[in-house]
C-alpha cells in the first residue's frame, strides 16, 4: 500500500477563498483522522471518522470548516471562507481499530491563506 | 476532556549522551500512550507506545516508562545519534487505540555534534 495520500500538498490562496483537502487512507483501515498542526497550537484534532461516519467533530474551529468521507477511500476537508489564521499544516492520518493503536500520517498539505 | 503538557520545548544534548522527555496527563482514565517522532517537513510517525498494564517498554535505544499513579509517562533515549533530531510528541486515550488521542506540544530534541 502507498501509505495514505493526501492532495494537495501546497496550497496558497487569498483569504475569501474556498480551499478543499482532499486524503486517501491506507485501504482497509476504518478510521480516518484530520488534523491540524501549527506552531502555537501543535497537533489538534479535527475531526474524525469510523467506517465513513463522523464521530466526534468537536475539534472543528467553526462553521467554516466542513468534512465528508463519502466513502472508505476518499474524505475532504473544506475550508470556506478561508482566512489567514487557517494557514497551518493539516494531515490526515488512517488507523486500523480503536485497538491497535497506530496512526498512519499523510505527508500533509500546506496551507497558506493570504 | 484529556490535557497532555509535555517539557521540555526543546532539549539540546551532545552526540552519544541520553535524552529524557516528559509528559504528565490528566484522565485517570487514560490507557494508552505513544510517542511520535516528526523529522522537519515530514510526518509524524509512531516510535513506541505503552499501555496502561505495563510500567516500562523498550525496544533499542529508545524506552518509555509509565507511573499511573502520578500520571505521567517518559521516553528516554540512549547513546543519542544525529539522526535523533526531530520533534518528539507525546499522546494519551482512554481507550486504548488511535480514537480521542489527545497530544502534547511537542519537544524538539537537538543532537549536537
Known amino acids: 500500500d502507498a501509505g495514505v495520500i493526501q492532495s494537495p500538498r501546497h496550497e496558497v490562496t487569498e483569504m475569501g477563498q474556498e480551499v478543499t483537502l482532499r486524503c486517501k487512507p491506507i485501504s482497509g483501515h476504518d478510521y480516518l483522522f484530520w488534523y491540524r498542526q501549527t506552531m502555537m497550537r501543535g497537533l489538534e484534532l479535527l475531526i474524525y471518522f469510523n467506517n465513513n461516519v463522523p464521530i466526534d467533530d468537536s475539534g472543528m474551529p467553526e462553521d467554516r470548516f466542513s468534512a465528508k468521507m463519502p466513502n472508505a477511500s476518499f474524505s475532504t476537508l473544506k475550508i470556506q471562507p478561508s482566512e489567514p489564521r487557517d494557514s497551518a499544516v493539516y494531515f490526515c492520518?488512517?488507523?486500523?481499530?480503536?485497538?491497535?493503536?497506530?496512526?498512519?500520517f499523510g505527508e500533509g498539505s500546506r496551507l497558506t491563506v493570504l | 476532556g484529556e490535557n497532555v503538557e509535555q517539557h521540555p520545548s526543546t532539549l539540546s544534548v551532545q552526540e552519544g549522551d541520553s535524552a529524557v522527555i516528559k509528559c504528565t496527563y490528566s484522565d485517570s482514565a487514560s490507557n494508552y500512550f505513544p510517542w511520535y517522532k516528526q523529522e522537519l517537513g515530514k510526518r509524524p510517525q509512531l516510535i513506541i507506545d505503552i499501555r496502561s498494564n505495563v510500567g516500562e517498554k523498550k525496544d533499542q535505544r529508545i524506552a518509555v516508562t509509565l507511573n499511573k499513579t502520578a500520571k505521567h509517562f517518559s521516553l528516554h533515549i540512549t547513546e543519542t545519534q544525529p539522526e535523533d533530531s526531530a520533534v518528539y510528541f507525546c499522546?494519551?486515550?482512554?481507550?486504548?487505540?488511535?480514537?480521542?488521542?489527545?497530544f502534547g506540544k511537542g519537544t524538539h530534541l537537538i543532537i549536537q555534534p
Open positions: 492520518a488512517s488507523s486500523s481499530g480503536t485497538f491497535t493503536g497506530e496512526l498512519f
Open positions: 499522546a494519551a486515550s482512554e481507550g486504548g487505540g488511535a480514537d480521542g488521542l489527545t
